[in-house]
T-cell receptor
Framework: GAGVSQSPSNKVTEKGKDVELRCDPI?????LYWYRQSLGQGLEFLIY????????KSGLPSDRFSAERTGGSVSTLTIQRTQQEDSAVYLC?????????????FGNGTRLTVT | GESVGLHLPTLSVQEGDNSIINCAYS??????FIWYKQESGKGPQFIID?????DKRQGQRVTVLLNKTVKHLSLQIAATQPGDSAVYFC??????????FGAGTILRVKS
């Protein structure tokens, strides 16, 4: 079946511009996660959604970062006034239920480059 | 072992040999652990998971061992194949729905 889909796969933007990254989770998955992966690093948690609510936003690095989820499905991660340190791969994952009952399934990410 | 910045630990094995990838986790209260495989340009792919009430779990060609006394997790891959070459991450569920990932280990399979 279809996995987690993310778009765009690559995004190059100028410093100071806003960007939107999109995630389509696996159909029927109620939980959705955003992670960030810098070059050669592990994954850094950003935010978790259950349905359309975000009970854990503790990983968002600054108020320039925000995310929303609509219809219990698609999610958008928005970064305002991008900085060079925002350059990374942004990964979305979904799961059928809460941990530890359901593992996370990841998309292939959006590679963001801020010039 | 420890990894700093871009210098991930690397394990090189001969095709057909068994591989053992180790991970030290941080929180003794973590109750769920997952191993992921990540190939270049792709997202992490689920391999196997284990709960803290178990010390061993087997999958197809893979086994995860959990030692809670020393907070250590290992992934064993039997008869390693070239397609197993990737970066392997362990992750722990510390609380709620947050997975905390280790820095990763590079597995290189020599033919």
């Amino acid at each position: 079946g279809a996995g987690v889909s993310q778009s765009p796969s690559n995004k190059v933007t100028e410093k100071g511009k806003d960007v939107e990254l999109r995630c389509d989770p696996i159909s029927g998955h109620t939980a959705l996660y955003w992670y960030r992966q810098s070059l050669g690093q592990g994954l850094e948690f950003l935010i978790y959604f259950q349905g359309n609510s975000a009970p854990d936003k503790s990983g968002l690095p600054s108020d320039r970062f925000s995310a929303e989820r609509t219809g219990g499905s698609v999610s958008t991660l928005t970064i305002q006034r991008t900085q060079q340190e925002d350059s990374a791969v942004y990964l979305c994952a979904s799961s059928l239920g809460d941990l530890p009952n359901s593992p996370l399934h990841f998309g292939n990410g959006t590679r963001l480059t801020v010039t | 072992g420890e990894s700093v910045g871009l210098h991930l630990p690397t394990l090189s094995v001969q095709e057909g040999d068994n591989s053992i990838i180790n991970c030290a986790y941080s929180n003794s209260a973590s109750d769920y652990f997952i191993w992921y495989k990540q190939e270049s340009g792709k997202g992490p792919q689920f391999i196997i998971d284990i709960r803290s009430n178990m010390d061993k779990r087997q999958g197809q060609r893979v086994t995860v061992l959990l030692n809670k006394t020393v907070k250590h997790l290992s992934l064993q891959i039997a008869a390693t194949q070239p397609g197993d070459s990737a970066v392997y991450f362990c992750a722990e569920n510390e609380y709620g729905n947050k997975l905390v990932f280790g820095a990763g280990t590079i597995l290189r399979v020599k033919s």
